[in-house]
């Protein structure tokens, strides 16, 4: 109202500007209107509705505050920081339908949302937020598409050292211990690598069914393993088979490697008695130093009894296979005595043993 300029007397044109002390000074009719109590009735009622209006606006636009988790944090370490979790497949699927229902939620929104007489515009608000689940979507599933394309390279080259171990040709000891130890890892770790390579597939069905982009010769690979994994084992199952005549020849050798070891043992409990730790009797000095000493050899002995029994596992054939485990040189009650003097660990696992 301060902005309707009287009029100059008996005239239609506005009054001039007055200078009163160096500031410019308009005669208008609000100093009239503002004594009318309508007048003011009604700018104070319509004050009060604009706050209303306003705060109900503000009241509803925070109602879209439940998405700011999109935008507050930083995706790619969120991501990978999940992943490192190893969350299961269906913890996977579950994230990535999350962002599947926003994006799909907002796409049938309605553009705008009437609030008496404002109308607010949400198509910057729902595109921003749709861009953000779909930017969340697509960084997990690339993070996850990478991770898993490298678990297969992994694989792959797996595959490929237990194939040249198991087509090794056998001429000695050595090879024949390899191609056992090969075989036996096969048969052993079948059902979890199948388990693993069934867990990839699976994840690419996910990535592939929520749209996200990755080179199809990576789901084709993982189809490829499964095949490459089956030919492996029966493989492995063909070359234990032709083996068996071979076993018998190397069972033999073992045996001979067997006594020869027991040989070094009977003679090390003879030194270890005579001049062990047992024989210096207040020298405690002279006692610690021995226990050192007899402990690296006993650890020795023991990573050599270990291999032996891998071997004997390995050669044994018909009912000699399930007695394999019968190489226990250290089942000698003054070679247990050495191990609970020389090496604690060593001495947790006779403790055990007995």
């Not at 505050?65 to 497949?89: A, G, P």
Request: charge should be positive; hydrophobic fraction near 35%; aromatic fraction near 10%.
């Amino acid at each position: 109202m301060k902005n309707f300029k009287r009029w100059t007397a008996e005239t239609c044109l506005p009054c001039p500007v007055t200078k009163c002390e160096e500031k410019e000074f308009y005669f208008t009719f609000f100093e009239d209107v503002v004594q009318i109590p309508r007048v003011c009735d009604l700018v104070i009622n319509l004050q009060q509705s604009i706050q209303q209006l306003v705060t109900e606006v503000l009241t509803y636009l925070k109602s879209w505050q439940k998405y700011r988790n999109l935008w507050m944090y930083e995706k790619m370490s969120v991501c990978e920081k999940f992943l490192n979790q190893n969350v299961s497949l269906a913890q996977l699927d579950e994230k990535f339908i999350y962002y599947t229902q926003i994006v799909n939620e907002l796409e049938r929104h309605k553009p705008f949302h009437d609030i008496k007489s404002i109308r607010v515009n949400l198509r910057p608000l729902i595109r921003g937020i749709v861009d953000h689940a779909v930017e969340w979507r697509n960084t997990l599933g690339n993070i996850l598409a990478e991770r898993t394309r490298q678990q297969m390279i992994e694989l792959h080259e797996h595959m490929v050292s237990l194939r040249n171990d198991l087509d090794k040709n056998v001429k000695e000891l050595s090879h024949f211990k390899t191609v056992m130890q090969t075989i036996q890892t096969i048969q052993s770790t079948t059902l979890t690598v199948e388990l693993k390579i069934h867990e990839i597939q699976e994840i690419y069905n996910i990535l592939e069914e929520h749209r996200i982009k990755f080179p199809l010769g990576d789901m084709i690979m993982a189809y490829h393993l499964e095949k490459r994994w089956k030919k492996i084992y029966h493989s492995a199952l063909l070359r234990s088979g032709k083996l068996q005549p071979t076993k018998a020849k190397f069972a033999e050798i073992t045996q001979k490697e067997i006594q020869t070891f027991s040989d070094e043992l009977a003679k090390f409990i003879t030194k270890f008695r005579t001049e062990g730790p047992g024989t210096v009797g207040l020298d405690l000095d002279r006692g610690v130093e021995l226990m050192d000493s007899y402990g690296k050899e006993i650890e020795l002995m023991d990573r050599q009894r270990i291999e032996l029994g891998r071997v004997e596992l390995c050669s044994a054939t018909g009912p000699r296979a399930s007695e394999a485990h019968t190489l226990m040189p250290f089942k000698n009650c003054t070679v247990y005595a050495c191990f609970f003097f020389c090496s604690p660990t060593l001495s947790r696992k006779c403790r055990k043993a007995v």
